[in-house]
């Protein structure tokens, strides 16, 4: 298995060549807010599929000063950062390196502080915040995704990079058809949800990254409001109580393997809660043709937040309340 | 070091033994809500304490359905459930056992069905729900950690296990001293918090577990008020943009590693937040006598618990809702 005989993006096998001879048996995954969401499903992936390698998922700055004594030599730490500019991810970056980890750097600029402070820079596209439509293949999610399939060739001798890279070459046409499935499902709920105080989201496995992003980073920062990402499973160890016919929750099901705790949170939710109030994303309904099986429960989380954002736009115009620009503190003050 | 030369528990000592010649790199600890809560402060213990042990916090159902490849003879798994009957809990003894892995497992009784469903059981005391008055060494944050500092002991060779016990002896008068040194903050807060719609708890670090567990299992649990643990740097990638003199946040300054990310997020939520919103529990103003140095960082959640459960109780008795007997769903119907 020397070669590489799949279209891998020329810096992310170059950052795999690079562990070449290095004996690794724990990454930590490490960012802050959305990049640090988008690293629980690449942990669910590398859980799912190696027997070599645990891992941990940290905010940068817990990491910089937990300081976990496994950090060392044999330790791979992947950091993400959209800007690569994030202080704290920098600052975990430069920790790592002191510690004598290997530290591979995504960002969307290969001259960003964050690339020049790891020893493998990768480059991803971010649609967000720029507005220009990207290919998923080339997202974050997209990346970690091929360096831990290709952690898995390299440290489990288990190679299924092809049907990964075929998957994620068909991931975009799969996110627009996405688009339309929900968009009838975003026009009935934008208007019941616009005045609400609290959205809570609910999800597990694969998608409790993209239940944490859109419950942080959407409608906390970018809507101002209230909200948890509540676990599936954890619901029914304390949260479920909040539950009453006034109360609104984003439900994901998705189609990796903890699918019945989603499945069960949703029966419970629209027992006890209003049809009105409970929005429910079913990957189920996805056309997800051109996907491998074996991925689909991964590219789901992908599908659901990047249709979300546009549901987050819709509530955006109804409360009159900017997306973006209507942040106050973000970007507009020091901290 | 054969002879364990401390006053380890029993049951706790008969469990290290178990482990004695077998191969460990990976522990799991694995547990819902509550008990899952307590896990946390003990991951973040062996982070600090283990250069040898790597390990994971799951949900029992997500651990289940998740099944991490990496599970297997060279694992541990530790399981938590207060009356030791907790089903999900009990499927993640049997999927672990069925996986190779030695367990241990903690209840209230050495009789219950997790308790036989583990290789090791070990018996704690919970004070919260009896009303019966306990000694912290006997709770599940003391077993926890003296299982900890053992794995320390046995797979990195350092034995601190003498420290650690006299610390944990001189817990609970330290935890009645803080009863004191509180009283009179929570005698404040509690009528400006009592009709509140939304109340967070921030935290990072040994600390994070209680802020959850306070959220989740008290605040939405007992009084169906919303809530989210924030961890103290995320919140400023997202979270902080619902602060607005309304809000009202419970703010935990520990005395661990990470306290420098809690006194930030306490900055920023005086800065922008109302003084008569955000109470804040400083662990400096804690008569700490008689608690090793090295552990004051982590008996400190297990204070903050313990005290802002009685701040429940104010708050309970002001909104007149019941703390357990109050309670909608969880032991009233089936689901």
Redesign the interface.
């Known amino acids: 298995m020397n070669d590489w005989q799949t279209e891998l993006k020329a810096d992310i096998k170059a950052a795999l060549e690079g562990l070449a001879g290095r004996t690794i048996?724990?990454v930590f995954f490490v960012a802050?807010?959305?990049s640090?969401a988008v690293m629980h499903p690449a942990k669910?992936l590398l859980?799912?599929?190696?027997?070599?390698?645990?891992s941990?998922c940290y905010?940068?700055?817990?990491f910089v000063?937990?300081?976990?004594?496994?950090l060392?030599t044999n330790t791979l730490v992947v950091l993400c950062s959209m800007t690569g500019t994030t202080r704290?991810t920098l600052r975990a970056a430069e920790h790592a390196r002191a510690k004598g980890a290997t530290t591979i750097g995504l960002s969307q600029d290969l001259n960003s502080p964050l690339a020049t402070a790891v020893d493998h820079a990768v480059r991803f596209e971010a649609p967000y915040t720029t507005g220009v439509p990207i290919d998923a293949i080339d997202s974050n999610y997209s990346c970690l995704y091929q360096i831990v399939m290709g952690l898995v060739r390299i440290y489990d001798g288990i190679d299924k990079l092809r049907p990964l890279l075929a998957s994620l070459g068909n991931l975009q046409a799969a996110i627009d058809r996405a688009h339309l499935t929900y968009a009838g499902l975003f026009e009935q709920f934008a208007p019941r949800f616009k005045d609400e105080?609290?959205i809570y989201t609910v999800a597990?496995?694969a998608n409790y990254g993209a239940a944490y992003s859109y419950?942080?980073?959407v409608l906390?920062?970018?809507q101002?409001?209230?909200?948890?990402a509540i676990?599936a499973?954890?619901f029914?160890?304390?949260?479920?109580?909040?539950?009453d016919e006034d109360k609104a929750f984003i439900m994901m099901l998705g189609l990796d393997?903890?699918r019945?705790?989603e499945e069960r949170a949703k029966g419970?939710l629209e027992?006890?809660g209003s049809s009105e109030k409970i929005m429910v994303l079913d990957a189920r309904e996805l056309d997800l043709s051109g996907i491998d099986d074996e991925f689909k429960g991964n590219v789901v989380p992908l599908i659901f937040f990047d249709t979300l954002w546009k549901f987050a736009y819709k509530l955006a115009d109804l409360r009159q309340h900017a997306m973006l620009e209507g942040?106050?503190?973000?970007k507009k003050i020091n901290?």
């Open positions: 048996n724990h802050c807010g959305g640090l669910y859980d799912r599929q190696s027997a070599a390698l645990t941990d905010n940068s700055d817990e000063h937990r300081s976990p004594r496994a060392g704290e105080p609290v597990s496995g419950a942080i980073c906390m920062e970018m101002w409001i209230n909200s948890q676990h499973n954890e029914f160890h304390g949260p479920f109580e909040v539950l393997e903890t019945p705790l419970f027992r006890f942040r106050r503190y973000m901290y």
